[in-house]
């Protein structure tokens, strides 16, 4: 059961475009009227609602729907029944129904932020397609529409995820639970992982001279300048200038929490200390040098727009830092250095340069990585190298540097093997924490649908449900 329950969970909320079906949420009068209807077989019924969990309805339509857009967007429904697919649906309902009545809140700007990437990934992929053949697949009559269905579907998505986080946000595992998990899994079968290596790396940043700097901070005053004293639109400034492409589409448009931060620090002490309608001076972060303009505050939430000026590279440092590398390489290559050596001396990337360059897994937090689940660019750069081989200089960019170079090696490599407690303890903790929180999961999904309004209608009552859904 857990096998099926994260293939549908990885079908749904792995693709890349959102999966289409209904999102819409009834008033209680409404839920009454519905209700009344279903019990008396009258036209509703007849007009396709197979259920209501809580504020939502589900329409007849919204599995099929669902199954087209997901089949049209490449996701694999092979061993997923029709009940599974329509179960899965009622779960996202119960997490949206719930998160409204816990005062879940959602970031409007950052979910419309979302469908533009939606719709704008959809149509690279679908290569050269237009959004007439967008509104065509999901039977849209205007882009307006399609928007508005999107931004249900998204709100009430984030609902859905913000809810289960808050499910398990306290759990924690202790290790004697690890090791009764592991023993657990002994008598089961242990699982066997793949083949793992560790992967180093040496960076060196082209240095941004003071020159370049400072031209930054006098063009960003001077935006500044323009707007407050002659009334320049701080947007069209956005628009035409600023170098964050991911904020740029909305005029530089951000909101911030104080109780979510998810901005740089230094980026969140400045906006937080502006009054409305106040601009900033120039200030610098990781990602270059900004001014942040305060439009208006709710709360806890600000809202602002910002200019982000990245300081020009000359190609003086670009082939300075080339030559650098060549030379750290060089000297690897003939012995005179060890590749960890080398990354606590010269190496600018400060998430490695300390533990000598080893990349630490983001996964399971440790510096191995399974050959068959690394990120296909990492694993492009060491396919072909043999254990400590250093590979030739690759030039790279990241999201805040525009270009680096870097030098790549292999090393521990461990062939794939079964599961061992003292060897693997990171990954076998990471499962056991999952397993103890697909247990609150259900547990809390439980007592929901035990004290939720839940009506299940027509060929889904015949449905064998892994949870209560029919309250049976």
């Not at 740089?264 to 972060?285: C, M, N, Y």
Request: charge should be negative.
């Amino acid at each position: 059961m857990k096998s099926t329950t994260n293939k549908i969970t990885y079908i749904f909320f792995a693709l890349v475009c959102f999966s289409g079906f209904s999102q819409e949420i009834i008033k209680d009068e409404e839920v009454a009227k519905v209700d009344e209807t279903i019990k008396t077989g009258n036209r509703i019924k007849a007009d396709g609602v197979a259920a209501v969990v809580g504020d939502f309805i589900v329409l007849d339509s919204d599995l099929d729907r669902r199954i087209d857009q997901i089949t049209a967007q490449g996701g694999n429904l092979d061993g997923v029944s029709r009940c599974e697919l329509f179960g899965s649906i009622l779960e996202e309902k119960l997490y949206a129904h719930q998160a409204i009545q816990d005062s879940i809140i959602v970031n409007e700007l950052q979910i419309r932020n979302q469908i533009e990437q939606q719709i704008e990934a959809f149509l690279a992929q679908s290569n050269g397609g237009s959004m007439n053949d967008l509104l065509e697949l999901y039977k849209k009559e205007s882009e307006e529409e399609l928007r508005e269905e999107m931004f249900e579907i998204n709100k009430n998505g984030s609902l859905a995820r913000q809810m289960q986080q808050k499910i398990i946000a306290d759990l924690e595992i202790t290790p004697e639970e690890v090791r009764e998990f592991y023993n657990e899994l002994k008598e089961d079968g242990l699982p066997t992982f793949g083949t793992e290596l560790q992967v180093s790396q040496i960076v060196i940043i082209p240095e941004v001279t003071e020159e370049a700097k400072q031209k930054a901070i006098d063009q960003l005053k001077g935006f500044k300048d323009d707007i407050e004293n002659n009334g320049a639109s701080f947007t069209s400034k956005v628009l035409v200038y600023s170098d964050d492409s991911g904020s740029k589409r909305t005029g530089g448009k951000m909101i911030l929490n104080r109780k979510q931060p998810r901005m740089v620090k230094e980026f969140r002490d400045v906006a937080f200390s502006l009054q409305e309608g106040e601009i900033s001076e120039p200030f610098e972060t990781d990602f270059g040098y900004h001014i942040i303009l305060l439009e208006k505050i709710r709360g806890q939430e600000y809202e602002v727009r910002h200019i982000l000026i990245r300081p020009d590279i000359t190609q003086e440092a670009i082939q300075a830092a080339k030559d650098e590398i060549d030379k750290v390489r060089e000297s690897i290559v003939n012995g005179d250095i060890e590749f960890a050596a080398a990354a606590r001396e010269f190496s600018d990337e400060k998430e490695t340069k300390f533990e000598g360059g080893k990349l630490t897994n983001p996964i399971t937090q440790d510096f191995n990585f399974e050959l068959t689940k690394m990120e296909p660019e990492v694993y492009a750069q060491i396919q072909n190298l043999k254990d400590g081989e250093i590979s030739e200089v690759l030039q790279d960019e990241d999201r805040i540097n525009r270009i680096k170079f870097k030098i790549i090696t292999v090393s521990d490599r461990i062939d794939e093997h079964e599961a061992n407690f003292s060897r693997d303890y990171l990954k076998i903790k990471n499962l056991a924490l999952q397993d103890k929180q697909f247990q609150e999961v259900a547990k809390w999904q439980k007592t929901t649908i035990e004290d939720t309004y839940i009506k299940i209608n027509g060929e889904y009552r015949d449905c064998d449900f892994t949870s209560n859904w029919l309250k049976k």
